[in-house]
Structures are given as C-alpha cells and as structure tokens.
C-alpha cells in the first residue's frame, strides 16, 4: 500500500509540473543577423510575449565591440558615416513602426557644439526602409523636404527640430527641456527624426562613459499626441548590460492607432 501511495505521489508530482510547464508564458526571442562593429559583432532581436505581441526590440552589441571603438581624429566631429552600421530586424519586428536600425558612433560627438560634442552612440531605430533613407541627399540638395515638418501632434511636446539636416538621417528633433539643453552635463537624451513630412525614427543618444557607469538604466519614451502609422509603440527605453553584451532596448509596447 505504502509503495501504491509513493507511485501515486510521484505521477501526481509529474503532471504538477508538467501542467507549470504548459501554463507557464511562452516569449519568444528572434535575432537579427549579426554584422561586424568595430573589432566585435552587433545584431538586433525582438522580443514577443505568448501572443506574439510585441515586449522588446532593441540592438545589441559585444563586448569586444564596445571596448575597441575607433578613437577618430581631432577634427573628426560630425556624424561619422564611416563608423555607422546599418541592421536588420527580424521579420516578425514589422507589427511595430521600426523597418531597420542604424548604429552610429561619433567619436568626438556632433554639433551642436559644446553639447552633443562627447564621445557618444546615435541608436536609430528607422520607421522607414534601408533604401528610403540612403536616399535623403545632403539638406543643401533639397532643403525644402527636410523643412517639411510632420504636421502638429505628430512630434512629442517641447520638441524643435534643429536647423538643417544631415543626409541618409533626416532633421533631428530635441527636447527643449533636455538636461543638456539648459545648463547639464550631455550624458544620455532622447531624439526624434523627420524628412518630408513624416516621422522616420526614434533616436536614444547616449554618451560611452554614461553606458560605461551604468550596467541598467531606463527612461521614458516622450510620446506624441497622435502617430502616422498603425502600429505597437514603445513607451520606455532601457540599457541592459549582461553576458558580454551591451543592449540598447524599447519596450513596453501599446498599440496606437494612426490620425
């Protein structure tokens, strides 16, 4: 009787935990090809939940990346096209906004001078294609696309755009309120990016020593009142650091409707 009660036991224990297995929520993770970034590797992934719903899109870069960035030369300040790195999302990254990513380093920041002007990553996460955005020419090309602004509400509150234009990136948009705007330190920001009238990508701007003194770190996303496409939003902007790798990530999805 005793050995029938064990074995009852142990079967009961069995389909316990089987049933913890099968209630237990299901994530999923897809990577996107990785690319060759400095003397390391970097790649992006996309996280859903069990019901394929968006949590998580982010870059990720390794180790040996982040610890061999090109030091450039004095002089060198502006968006560097020669350390940008364009990547891919996976598929199953297209019930959100983002269409590709672009990682920029600058190792002696951009204008405007005396703010952005610190060794700092730009992490683009592009809402239009690799092919569109090759296809912004230089502002003095056709100034007149890149001073077509989205229409009011498309751009979050207190956000100017800076003058000009940068080609293959569009018009960046601040937040007049940033730290860095009214008297702080440059350590980490948030942009926005239009040309011809549309949104075109969500931008964390975020120093290296900042990334170096921080293994976690998050932040809200500012939101604007009215979006141009349907689609999951990100409503917080995170770093993680673990594993040998340095993650740049969006998350807490909402699905908005365009307007």
């Not at 009961?12 to 994530?27: I, L, N, Q, R, T």
């Not at 690319?35 to 996309?46: E, L, P, R, V």
């Not at 990254?93 to 204008?111: K, R, S, Y």
């Amino acid at each position: 009787m005793k050995k029938l009660l064990l074995a009852l036991t142990i079967v009961s224990a069995g389909f316990a935990s089987c049933k913890k297995d099968h209630d237990a929520p299901k994530e999923h993770l897809f990577k996107g090809p990785e690319q060759i970034f400095q003397h390391g590797k970097a790649w992006t992934w996309f996280q859903t939940d069990e019901n394929d719903k968006p949590l998580r899109i982010a870059v990720a870069i390794d180790d040996a990346a982040m610890s061999s960035l090109d030091t450039g030369h004095v002089g060198d300040g502006g968006h560097d096209h020669a350390n940008m790195l364009s990547l891919a999302f996976h598929p199953k990254a297209a019930i959100t906004p983002f269409q590709h990513f672009g990682l920029d380093w600058n190792p002696h920041g951009h204008e405007p001078a005396g703010v952005y002007d610190k060794p700092h990553f730009d992490f683009h996460f592009y809402m239009i294609s690799e092919t569109e955005r090759m296809g912004i020419p230089p502002y003095e090309n056709d100034s007149l696309k890149f001073k077509n602004y989205p229409a009011p509400g498309y751009m979050p509150a207190n956000y100017v755009p800076i003058p000009g234009g940068v080609p293959q990136m569009g018009t960046h948009w601040v937040d007049v309120t940033a730290a860095e705007l009214n008297g702080q330190p440059f350590t980490q920001t948030f942009l926005n990016g239009s040309y011809n009238g549309n949104v075109i990508f969500y931008e964390p701007m975020i120093t290296r020593a900042f990334i170096q003194a921080n293994a976690t770190y998050e932040r809200a996303v500012p939101q604007p009142a009215k979006v141009q496409k349907d689609g999951y939003y990100p409503k917080k902007m995170k770093i993680e650091k673990g594993n040998g790798v340095t993650n740049i990530i969006l998350e807490d999805f909402v699905y908005r409707t365009k307007s």
